[in-house]
């Protein structure tokens, strides 16, 4: 079984740019979470998806990030424009449906350092 | 709200010799608990869960962790530690009695397994 695929791996940007993550989940996950991971720190949670409608993005800078998962399967992350603080590994992950217990299966992360 | 605490930043252990890795917990309904290790440039592979049942869960590569509801423990566990098993290790929690919350993670440690 496939996992969950990311592009790209790693990006360098200058402050202000314009920066876009996609994630690919496992083929019938029905769930798709962002997670920003901080050097350091675990993984915080920035967006959670179920099918393509969004459940929880209570912790998403709205003025500067934005997510969609069209069509229910993949995904894209946006930040515009980037700050310093932006930098951290950006981690998609996904689970079969949307519940407490379900195993959330994470990809390789896109590492982002904005300069 | 849900949080999860892992004391240790580091832990080290000779090859062979037994391994724990701590995490303590706080969640206001029933706790569903995760350990999940993280290699250099590698997203998170999941290593086991507690959902309910036995407090001692089996997971990947030997490791294996004891539920400790009194306590308020996760700790993660390995009779003989291996120099492969030198990573970076996860703790996180969810809570069951909330559909759909999201896992919140420790800050995770770092597991060196020297030969």
């Known amino acids: 079984e496939a996992g969950v695929a990311q592009s790209p791996r790693y990006k360098i940007i200058e402050k202000r740019q314009s920066v876009a993550f996609w994630c690919n989940p496992i083929?019938?996950?029905?769930?798709l979470y962002w997670y920003q991971q901080i050097l350091g720190q675990g993984p915080k949670l920035l967006i959670q998806?179920?099918?393509?409608?969004?459940?929880?993005d209570s912790q998403l800078p709205k003025d500067r990030f934005s997510a969609e998962r069209l069509k229910g399967v993949d995904s894209t992350l946006k930040i515009q424009p980037a700050k310093l603080e932006d930098s951290a590994v950006y981690l998609c992950?996904?689970?079969?449906?949307?519940?407490?217990?379900?195993?959330?299966?994470f990809g390789p992360g896109t590492r982002l350092l904005v300069l | 709200a849900q949080s999860v605490a892992q004391p240790e930043d580091q832990v080290n252990v000779a090859e062979g010799n037994p391994l724990t890795v701590k995490c303590t917990y706080s969640?206001?309904?029933?706790?569903?608990l995760f350990w999940y290790v993280q290699y250099p440039n590698r997203g998170l592979q999941f290593l086991l869960k507690?959902?309910?049942?036995?407090?001692l869960v089996k997971g990947s590569y030997g490791f294996e962790a004891e539920f400790n509801k009194s306590q308020t423990s996760f700790h993660l566990k390995k009779p003989s530690a291996l120099v492969s098993d030198s990573a970076l290790y996860f703790c996180?929690?969810?809570?069951?009695?909330?559909?759909?919350?999201?896992?919140?993670f420790g800050k995770g440690t770092t597991l060196s397994v020297s030969s």
């Open positions: 992950a996904s689970s079969l449906v949307w519940t407490p217990q379900e195993t959330q299966y």
């Open positions: 083929s019938g996950h029905a769930t």
């Open positions: 998806f179920q099918n393509n409608g969004v459940v929880d």
């Open positions: 969640v206001s309904g029933n706790p569903y």
């Open positions: 507690y959902i309910t049942g036995d407090n």
């Open positions: 996180a929690v969810s809570d069951g009695d909330q559909a759909g919350t999201a896992l919140i």
